[in-house]
């Protein structure tokens, strides 16, 4: 099992992908490990000084004027726990799980929070023996933390609730006992601190960018493979064209593509055609690519600050005083996930738009809707209307989360980030991109594979097309293809049409 050590070092998105593949132990440093206990040291001499501290000595959100004894702060956070853990819908996967875990040991880290080093030692040995929370998927507004999916993680560190062990779905405290662990008692703050944070949107957030960058890369293959297809010009991607504007991210999409179509004879076949230019969709590939990559760096840049940052509330500072603040909302991961949909989303439009210009057919060479029998045979006439539908759908996910807020906790939480639905509305989008790039993949290599076949393609066309006749038998004439959209679909998922090409260009 793949071992990552916990310390001061800052993490970027790509760090998490080992948790999405499979059990992870998890270690934490002697410094880290002593930071977390020193905020402790800190938090107990407070407490003993009788400050008053919310959620730990009074209520909750609306009901923070209430003070709570002594006597009862334990039970104050078993309550918290129990009540919070409200959350609807089907479980997390558990890859998204087990980030979740890492991220609220990467706050502990920070030594803010005040918790005892044993509420950081029972994650780790939840991720240890890969005992996973069942957390909903539903019940988050993003604002005092992910509560609802949070207390869910929570029950189950305590010996309530649900976990994924063994694949099976079975008690906490069951699976705890054939792993030998002993359910965590909380003590004051600890189960605050274990609901308030941005960990469920930050780990969708870096699912979503994890997944962008193996479809970014695909996109280009998917386009130049269209480009190709269509006897479009290669020129529309010559590299010192594009230096022209000083977008880097357009820069390196029309050099992907220039590279994917190198040596092609299908481009060549037609080097002095009269047709003077090609439509957007095909020309203008790396503007709108390129728009799409820079989008998804700046969520990047915005998803590593918040996995390294403090999301706890409230906080510990070195000079022996807490604060409250707002570190739980998350605004910043809404509107980088809003962005990221958008970005995404027109990924699929212009996608849709090359396979609806090969549709009408290509001169003389290429019939349309691809069919080998027009009229009789309606050819690849559906696959185009199936990527128009979740075109489409994508349109309308598309539409921001962050811009929609509604009070909650009798209006102390009165502006709310809807982050999860941001986060979950991205990754919906991100399943109608791997299908639209498919069906695009799929028409594109019938076109060349059966209209261009006495012409060798491009040296990143090539790898393609032997990756894809390796699991699809291409036939003539109408026949059922879903099965086949759904092998192409397997393929861009595992990040094998991507990997097939950089054996012979390399993608940026």
């Not at 004051?188 to 979503?208: D, H, M, R, Y």
């Amino acid at each position: 099992m793949l071992v990552i050590t916990i310390s001061s070092k800052t993490y970027t998105y790509q760090d998490f992908l080992p948790f999405l593949k499979g059990p992870v132990t998890v270690r934490i440093d002697h410094d880290i490990k002593e930071k977390i206990k020193a905020s402790h040291q800190q938090f107990a001499g407070i407490m003993a000084r009788g400050d008053k501290i919310y959620g730990v000595n009074t209520g909750f959100g609306n009901l923070s004027q209430i003070t709570i004894s002594e006597s009862d702060q334990k039970q104050l956070q078993l309550n918290l726990i129990r009540s919070h853990a409200a959350g609807v819908g089907k479980p997390l996967g558990l890859g998204l799980t087990r980030i979740i875990l890492f991220l609220k040991l990467l706050t502990f880290s920070k030594g803010a929070s005040g918790v005892r080093f044993e509420v950081a030692n029972q994650i780790l040995q939840f991720l240890k023996f890969d005992i996973l929370p069942v957390i909903p998927r539903q019940g988050s507004v993003g604002a005092s933390g992910d509560l609802a999916p949070l207390a869910h993680a929570a029950l189950a560190l305590i010996g309530e609730g649900d976990v994924f062990y063994q694949k099976r779905q079975i008690p906490s405290e069951l699976a705890m006992q054939k792993a030998g662990l002993n359910p965590l008692v909380l003590h004051p703050k600890e189960g605050l601190s274990l609901i308030n944070g941005t960990q469920f949107s930050t780990a969708l957030a870096i699912s979503v960018l994890i997944q962008s960058e193996n479809l970014l890369k695909t996109a280009d293959v998917a386009g130049a493979l269209t480009a190709e297809a269509s006897l479009s010009s290669r020129n529309n991607f010559k590299p010192e064209i594009h230096r022209l504007k000083k977008h880097k991210a357009q820069i390196q999409s029309a050099i992907n593509i220039w590279n994917i179509l190198e040596k092609s004879e299908i481009v060549l076949s037609h080097k002095n055609c009269g047709r003077m230019q090609d439509p957007y969709s095909v020309r203008c590939i790396p503007q709108v690519h390129g728009a799409s990559r820079e989008m998804i760096n700046h969520a990047s840049s915005v998803v590593n600050s918040e996995m390294n940052s403090v999301s706890d509330n409230p906080v510990i500072l070195g000079n022996d005083q807490v604060y409250n603040s707002g570190h739980f909302h998350g605004e910043f991961i809404a509107q980088a996930m809003d962005s990221s949909a958008i970005a995404m989303s027109e990924i699929g439009s212009i996608s849709q738009k090359r396979i609806h210009f090969l549709m009408k057919g290509i001169g003389d060479v290429v019939p349309p809707f691809i069919a080998h029998n027009p009229g009789l045979e309606s050819g690849l006439m559906l696959a185009h209307v199936t990527m128009a539908a979740l075109a489409s759908e994508n349109k309308t996910l598309s539409h921001p989360a962050s811009v929609d807020s509604i009070s909650t906790s009798g209006g102390q939480e009165d502006f709310v980030s809807m982050a999860p639905w941001a986060s979950v509305k991205a990754l919906t989008i991100l399943k109608n991109i791997v299908k639209i790039l498919a069906i695009e993949i799929f028409v594109s290599a019938n076109v060349s594979l059966f209209f261009h076949k006495k012409l060798k393609p491009g040296i990143g066309c090539q790898p393609v097309f032997n990756l894809l006749k390796k699991q699809i038998k291409f036939i003539k004439g109408d026949h059922i293809i879903y099965k086949d959209i759904e092998v192409v679909s397997a393929l861009i998922e595992e990040g094998k049409i991507v990997s097939s090409v950089q054996k012979q260009v390399s993608l940026g």
